[in-house]
């Protein structure tokens, strides 16, 4: 399994509608920065993203406290309070991953 970059994502788009979109691939890659940029924002103003079909992406509070430290074994690892982003996906991306998965 490897990753998947924006320049990928760009290329794949492009591909996709090149024969019918006059959209050069570096547009595409400028429109899909732009979208993660947004959606960053959002997610740092607190908004919640709702791509129907694909999912949500969400942000909640991690609570502070002391955590155990696998190495050694003792709870004494601090850790604050901190704000995480979680992406819930669809039904349907769901129903679709469990479809085709290789497991």
Do not use: C, W
Not at 19 to 47: A, C, P, W, Y
Not at 54 to 78: E, I, Q, S
Request: charged content about 30%; cysteine-free; aromatic content about 8%.
């Amino acid at each position: 399994m490897s990753n998947v970059s924006k320049k990928v994502l760009a290329s794949r788009v492009y591909y996709r509608i090149g024969n019918v979109s006059t959209v050069s691939q570096e547009d595409l890659l400028l429109i899909i920065r732009t979208l993660f940029e947004e959606m960053g924002k959002s997610l740092i103003e607190g908004h919640r993203i709702e791509l129907r079909g694909f999912g949500n992406f969400r942000t909640y509070v991690r609570k502070a406290g002391v955590y155990r430290n696998p190495r050694l074994g003792t709870l004494n690892v601090k850790k604050p309070a901190r704000v995480k982003a979680r992406f819930i996906p669809s039904e349907i991306l769901e129903d679709q991953l469990n479809e085709t998965s290789k497991y």
